[in-house]
């Protein structure tokens, strides 16, 4: 019913919920017990958002009866095996952190805390693309399945064009970000910067953890979800035999490395059945040409931009009180200023895409 909303307000209520009751439990000195009932109340109100939007869009309620015990199986057989593909992610953290656990203290720490920031920028715009172009993709296979091969290739130089500039940038303030929001005696220097290392490992993949969600969509357009359950699990597979050869050399951030590959293999078996298997189109040239021309657009507004963060570093130094400097350069008053220069240099890329001839069909 093309409701997109709804489903998008829900987890931010449960954010609001969630940070509001960790602020009241941190100034209160409150039990994680009392903690927990914020998690709750933040459930409770997405299913009354829910529930108030099913009944707002004219749905109803009913007895159950054979036929709907019919289709409940019809779809559970369907669920279960999506269950592991959107899953994928989530399962390969968890095998992370196994093998973290046999590395020195603080190593489950330093993946979680890296991998919340990947997360971050994952939920922020994957998710919800993905989300949206499910019923799309659907429709389009009704009426001309051969087109969604023109979406595969729309659908991976958007996700590029977005994913690859965020992650280079959260690279580059990868050690400021750890530096100003967990920076203390629990955790040191030293730990910044292996959270920095991490989190940059993790960062490599960011493209592919998000054309997964995407290539997903699409099998399941064509109402195909035994196929990429397969290619799912042979990920994870991979990702835990790279965990096993990577983590005797790199430690833990061979753990991030191996997940990063092994998205990036999952990425390439998707596209390759989707070829073999439904005669999928493969746009390499095109895609290739996107490459060159969004090179040069991103090379040319960053060097800008990078010019202007060291201007405004300098002047900064030179020019202001050392107490003042501290506070905009060492605590989280660094993202007052940093955060609208890396917005302003997000919406300059975004203007200028027409400048460097860089399409993409879902910006136009």
Sequence with gaps: IHQFFIPTLGPILLNISFIAGLVISLYYKLPIEQFALFVLLGGLLQLILHVFAYFKNNFSLGLPDKKTFSNFKSILFKFLPCLLSMSAIEINLIIDQRFASYLPVGSISLLNYAFDFTRIALGVFSFAFSTVLLPHFSRVNEYAPKRL???????????????????????????????????????????????????????????????????????????????????????????????????????????????????????????????????????????????????????SIGS??????????????????ENISYYLLQTVLLWAWVGPLVAAMFGLIYLSRKLFKVKIYFLN
């Excluded at 130089?157 to 992650?167: Q, R, Y």
């Excluded at 390439?268 to 070829?275: D, E, N, P, R, S």
């Excluded at 990078?306 to 201007?311: E, H, P, R």
């Design 149 to 299: 091969s023109f979406y595969l290739l729309e659908s991976t130089k958007l996700i590029f064009w977005v994913t690859v500039p965020v992650a280079l940038v959260m690279s580059f303030f990868g050690e400021k970000i750890f530096y100003t929001t967990l920076y203390c005696d629990n955790f040191p220097m030293e730990k910044v910067i292996q959270a920095n290392i991490i989190l940059s490992a993790f960062l490599v993949g960011l493209f592919f953890f998000s054309l997964n969600k995407i290539l997903l969509s699409i099998y399941y357009s064509k109402h195909s979800t035994f196929l990429p359950t397969v290619i799912s699990f042979l990920g994870t597979v991979c990702n835990t035999l790279l965990n096993y050869i990577l983590i005797k050399y790199w430690g833990v951030y061979g753990l991030a490395v191996a997940t990063s590959t092994a998205a990036a293999m999952q990425s390439g078996m998707f596209i390759y059945m989707l070829h073999k298997q439904f005669d999928f189109t493969i746009y390499l040239k095109n895609f290739i040409e996107f490459l060159f021309r969004f090179a040069i657009q991103f090379l």
């Design 304 to 321: 800008l931009f990078y010019f202007i963060y060291v201007a405004i570093n300098i002047f900064i130094i030179k020019f202001l009180s």
